[in-house]
């Protein structure tokens, strides 16, 4: 996938303060589904809502997508979402079950944290931040950045849950096996919305994003941005439109925003 195609254009940069702001005033020279960005460190990496990445030069994989799915209504956009967590999440699983590696880990549970962080047991081995560009109801410009943990053996910032494949491997990590592997699976999912039966995959993918979360059954402490007391809910649903939805024990429902509530560890 990684091959040079009339559908798919990749940048390598070695230096760049973030792939997503690159791309952000970057325009294809010719009609690309797929333009992929990788850089070997940023200088200035995001996350959501401003939160910084923490990457080591030439360590992890530093990447975004930028997509022109013009036949995607923006209030199905949450779908891109899905879409990508669930690659990147299928590349990880696919690495950590490689029957030629040794010793290899066992009991590890790779989910997808609403709405698109991805973890193994309870770290953060990857994150995902998504920015769109819409023209009237549907979107115009969607630049997916993605940071992913593979070779950095330690980490400094103030994260509280960091890990790299390294980590859980005990070896390194060919970062570019992993990145073929990402992009093989998230152009699995993007083709199936750009083509006729793009209801039927947008359902087929939301289903197994739903089946992927963390902490998906049973009750579990989640805590509101006003209150320094947790309460108890089970993921109910997930919205088209990105909201979480969690049943509380009297079966009342709520609805919530990112950033509306958190996990409670």
Known sequence: MLDASPFFQMIELDEVNSTNSYLAGYRPPRPTDITLVTAEYQTAGRGQTGNSWESERSQNLLFSLLLHPHSLPAAQMFVLSEAIALAIRGAIISFLNDKSVRDRPSALDVTVKWPNDIYVNDCKIGGILIENTLRGQYIDRCIIGCGVNINQATFHSDAPNPVSLRQLLGHDVERRFVLEAI?????????????????????????????????????????????????????ADVQPSGHLILRDPSGTLHRFAFKEVSFDF
Do not use: M, V, W
């Open 183 to 235: 992009i093989d699976n998230f152009n699995h999912h993007y083709s199936s919305l750009q083509s006729s039966e793009a209801t039927a995959a947008a359902t087929e993918i939301h289903s197994a994003y739903l089946a992927a979360l963390y902490r998906r059954q049973g009750l579990h402490p989640y805590r509101l941005p006003s209150s320094p007391t947790p309460f108890l809910a089970e993921i």
